[in-house]
């Protein structure tokens, strides 16, 4: 691939990661800029001609979310005024994928309303990565690949070595990509029942489904900001007598004061993923983080030329 073929764009919220996925296509970096308004205004400005180009546009929407999610908006709107053939939002973390449902009177549908203002700034094509609520692809009525990050983490998650190794869900909602978890790694599963009771950081662990005694669990979930549902997990993990306790998580979003929760943890070490990258903690050294960019820089590749990116999917 060359700059005459594609041009990746990154936004303020995913800078490294852009980067690497630049690197991993053998690509120059689409040049743009943000500006930053006394007031708070942004003004994304493209630097490139991508008239009659597939351009694609990087940017996860957290740290501030609202910040990012509306500069996202800014730089689609722009790609399309600029004429460019088709525009890709790659969104490696998709903050509102909470809100996927009305289940409580008087509160909005979020994700929905995010999907609606994507697509009306001018997305072509969402390219996502473990999806809270992978229903949420029906919000939208362009494509979506919501890629998944199962293959690179259980890869580190192998490099450990781990004895006698059981996969755990942190909740029943987790259990069916938990269970692709201990298939591809040919691993028995156990399940969490926790329950929520308010909007906020406590969950309660109320039950384990499941033998852990003596083995070394990995818990496996799709993202966590404030840790304390995992560390309650790698508690009852270690109050039932797990030998270890890892986790591996999609998306390490991690708000304060989730690594004085991890360090002060039976939790030996913590997976992630790079599709966060502006957290404002400074990791634990429990905390291991491994790259997707060449996850998304094969499927940016796969996408361009027309071929088939079910390959990147794990069965």
């Known amino acids: 691939m060359t700059t005459d073929d594609v041009l990746v764009f990154g936004g303020s919220g995913s800078p490294r990661l852009t980067a690497a996925i630049c690197d991993y296509l053998q690509i120059a970096q689409g040049a743009g800029e943000v500006l930053r308004f006394k007031e708070g205004n942004l003004f994304p400005r ?10 694609y546009i990087v940017q996860s ?10 500069e996202l908006l800014f730089w689609l709107d722009a790609f399309t005024r600029a004429s460019a ?17 009305k289940d409580e009177p008087r509160v909005s549908i979020r994700a929905r309303v995010c999907a609606d203002a994507i697509e009306a700034a ?3 094509r969402m390219v996502t990565l473990d999806l809270h609520a992978p229903q949420i692809q029906g919000f939208f009525t362009v494509p979506v690949d919501d890629l998944h990050a199962l293959p690179s983490l259980a890869g580190e998650i192998e490099r450990l070595e781990l004895d006698d190794m059981v996969i755990v869900a942190p909740d029943a909602g987790y259990a069916k990509t938990a269970r692709r978890y201990a298939r ?3 691993v028995p599963l156990a399940i969490g029942d926790k329950e929520r009771a308010a ?9 384990l489904i499941g033998d852990v005694e003596g083995r070394s669990a990995v818990i496996v979930d799709d993202f966590s900001i404030s840790a304390q549902t995992m560390v309650g997990m790698a508690t009852e993990l270690d109050r039932r007598g797990a030998k270890e306790v890892v986790a591996a998580l999609a998306h390490g979003v991690f708000a ?12 030996t070490r913590v997976v992630t993923t790079d599709s966060v990258e502006n957290q404002p903690v400074v990791f634990s050294d429990k905390v291991h983080v491994v790259s997707v960019a060449p996850l998304f820089g094969e499927a940016i590749r796969r996408i361009h030329n027309r071929e088939s990116i079910s390959v990147l999917f794990p069965m």
């Not at 493209?46 to 351009?55: A, K, S, T, W």
């Not at 929407?61 to 509306?70: G, I, K, Q, S």
């Not at 909007?199 to 039950?207: M, Q, R």
């Open 46 to 55: 493209i630097l490139d001609n991508v008239r009659g180009r597939e351009v």
């Open 61 to 70: 929407t957290v740290f501030p979310a609202n910040d990012h999610f509306m």
């Open 85 to 101: 053939q088709s525009v890709t939002a790659v969104v490696p973390y998709f903050s509102y994928a909470q809100g996927d449902k």
């Open 122 to 124: 001018g997305a072509d």
């Open 184 to 186: 591809y790694l040919g």
């Open 199 to 207: 909007h906020d950081d406590h969950a309660e662990i109320i039950d």
């Open 256 to 267: 304060e004061p989730a690594m004085e929760r991890i360090d002060a943890s039976p939790l």
